[in-house]
């Protein structure tokens, strides 16, 4: 351990902290779009809309992370990487209707958007409501 370490506490500490495991499928071809509009229909779904190379994107999706705490199944979770595919970024604003933003989570039901959140408004409690 340096002398950084025992100054901080960077190494015990965090150590023990336990990541969760969150159920992200990733979101990289336009065909699964369909699929969202398909599955929506029985359970919700979320996309989550992330800027890899943005320092809000990076905190709200790290705090949202930490929060996630829904039952297994309960909805499908995707995951959009925005520097990688802006193009389904801007489709997922066409066909549900929403202003692109980014971070940005939507939540879909019967193909359609039913809740639409950006920046700090974003929260993993949020989704308990409409499951």
């Given at each position: 351990?340096?002398?950084?370490?025992?100054?901080?506490?960077?190494?015990?500490?965090?150590?023990?902290?336990?990541?969760?495991?969150?159920?992200?499928?990733?979101?990289?071809?336009?065909?699964?779009?369909?699929?969202?509009?398909?599955?929506?229909?029985?359970?919700?779904?979320?996309?989550?809309?992330?800027?890899?190379?943005?320092?809000?994107?990076?905190?709200?999706?790290?705090?949202?992370?930490?929060?996630?705490?829904?039952?297994?199944?309960?909805?499908?979770?995707?995951?959009?990487?925005?520097?990688?595919?802006?193009?389904?970024?801007?489709?997922?604003?066409?066909?549900?209707?929403?202003?692109?933003?980014?971070?940005?989570?939507?939540?879909?039901?019967?193909?359609?958007?039913?809740?639409?959140?950006?920046?700090?408004?974003?929260?993993?409690?949020?989704?308990?409501?409409y499951i």
């Amino acid at each position: 351990m340096g002398i950084l370490d025992k100054l901080f506490g960077t190494s015990a500490a965090s150590e023990k902290i336990e990541k969760k495991l969150i159920p992200w499928k990733h979101l990289i071809s336009m065909e699964q779009l369909n699929e969202i509009i398909e599955i929506s229909n029985t359970k919700p779904v979320a996309i989550f809309k992330h800027s890899t190379r943005c320092g809000i994107s990076n905190m709200v999706i790290k705090q949202f992370e930490r929060e996630f705490n829904l039952p297994e199944n309960s909805l499908d979770l995707y995951y959009l990487d925005l520097l990688n595919h802006r193009d389904i970024s801007n489709e997922i604003a066409a066909r549900f209707q929403v202003f692109h933003q980014s971070p940005q989570l939507l939540i879909i039901k019967n193909g359609v958007t039913v809740f639409e959140a950006s920046h700090q408004s974003i929260q993993a409690s949020l989704l308990e409501k409409y499951i």
